[in-house]
C-alpha cells in the first residue's frame, strides 16, 4: 500500500508540476483590473467615499480622459461588477444607448464600462460578480465576546487610516482618486482581512469563517473571468477597488494570466 500511495504522489507532484509551467507570454491572457469607487455614492462598502455629479460637464471631461488612457491597453474584452443573471439587462441597456433610445447612468459601470466598450466597438460587455454575504458586525461581536480589543482597535485605525487617505483628494479629478484607489498603499490597507480572520475562539472561529468566504466570493470572481476569457486576449475587468487586492494575487499566481497594473496608464 505504501509503494502504491508513493507513486500516486510522485504521479501528483509531477502532473502538478506541469501544470506550473508558465505559458508562453505570447499566448497569456492579459488582464488589467482597474479598481474602481461607486461613482454614484452608494454602495455596500464599510468605506464609501464622498462624489459629486460625475454627469456634471467638468466630471464627464475627466472620464473621457480615462478613457482615453485606458483605450490604449486596447481590451478585447471588458467585463463589469455585475452578477451573470443580470448580464442580458445590462447589455440591452448597452444596446439601447448605442441606438440612442437610451441614457446612461452614473455608475462606473456605464461610465467606463459601457463607454469603453462602445469605444472599442464591442458587442457586449461581461458580468462575472458573486455574492455569498460576510457579517462585519458578527466579527466585531465575536472579537469583544472574546476580549480581542486589540484587533478591534487595529481595525479601527485601519478604518481611519483608509479615511483620511481617501480623503486627500476627495475633491481631485476622477483619475487622481481612481490612481489612489489602485495604488499599492490602497492595496496595503486590505492586510486588515487578516486581522479580522482572528476575530473569536479556538472552538469558534468567527473571523475566520467569515473571511474564508470573502477568499471564496473573491475566488468564483476569478474564476469566472477566467472561463470567459480566452488566450491571448487582453481582458478590463472594472471592479470596486475592494476586491482587487486579492483578484490581483489570484490572477498573479495562476498559469496562463499576465497582470497588468492600471498605473501603467493612469498616470
Avoid: C
Avoid at 34 to 43: E, N, P, S
Avoid at 136 to 154: D, P, R, Y
Amino acid at each position: 500500500m505504501l509503494k502504491i500511495l508513493t507513486g500516486m504522489l510522485a504521479a501528483l507532484v509531477g502532473a502538478t508540476s506541469a501544470l506550473a509551467q508558465p505559458a508562453a507570454s505570447g499566448s497569456d491572457t492579459q488582464v488589467m483590473v482597474l479598481g474602481t469607487f461607486h461613482f454614484d455614492g452608494g454602495g455596500r462598502d464599510y468605506v464609501n467615499p464622498e462624489v459629486d455629479d460625475f454627469l456634471s460637464p467638468q466630471r464627464q471631461q475627466e472620464i473621457a480622459d480615462i478613457l482615453d488612457r485606458i483605450e490604449t491597453f486596447q481590451p478585447d474584452r471588458i467585463i463589469v461588477e455585475l452578477e451573470p443573471e443580470h448580464e442580458d439587462w445590462i447589455n440591452e441597456r448597452y444596446r439601447a444607448w448605442r441606438a440612442g433610445e437610451a441614457e446612461l447612468t452614473v455608475n462606473e459601470r456605464d461610465q467606463i464600462g459601457l463607454r469603453l466598450a462602445a469605444r472599442m466597438g464591442h458587442e457586449q460587455v461581461w458580468a462575472v460578480d458573486y455574492q455569498n454575504g460576510m457579517d462585519f458586525q458578527a466579527m466585531m461581536g465575536a472579537a469583544q465576546a472574546a476580549g480581542q480589543t486589540h484587533l478591534l482597535e487595529g481595525f479601527q485605525q485601519t478604518i481611519g487610516d483608509v479615511e483620511a487617505f481617501f480623503s486627500r483628494n476627495a475633491d481631485g479629478t476622477i483619475r487622481e482618486r481612481l490612481i489612489d484607489a489602485n495604488s499599492p498603499e490602497a492595496m496595503g490597507f486590505h492586510q486588515m482581512y487578516l486581522t479580522l480572520a482572528q476575530a473569536g475562539t479556538v472552538d469558534d472561529p468567527v473571523g475566520a469563517h467569515q473571511m474564508a468566504a470573502w477568499w471564496g466570493r473573491n475566488m468564483v470572481i476569478f474564476a469566472r473571468i477566467a472561463q470567459i476569457s480566452q488566450p491571448g486576449e487582453r481582458v478590463l475587468v472594472v471592479y470596486g477597488s475592494g476586491h482587487k487586492y486579492l483578484l490581483d494575487q489570484y490572477l498573479e499566481g495562476a498559469p496562463g494570466f499576465t497582470l497588468i497594473d492600471p498605473l501603467d496608464y493612469l498616470q
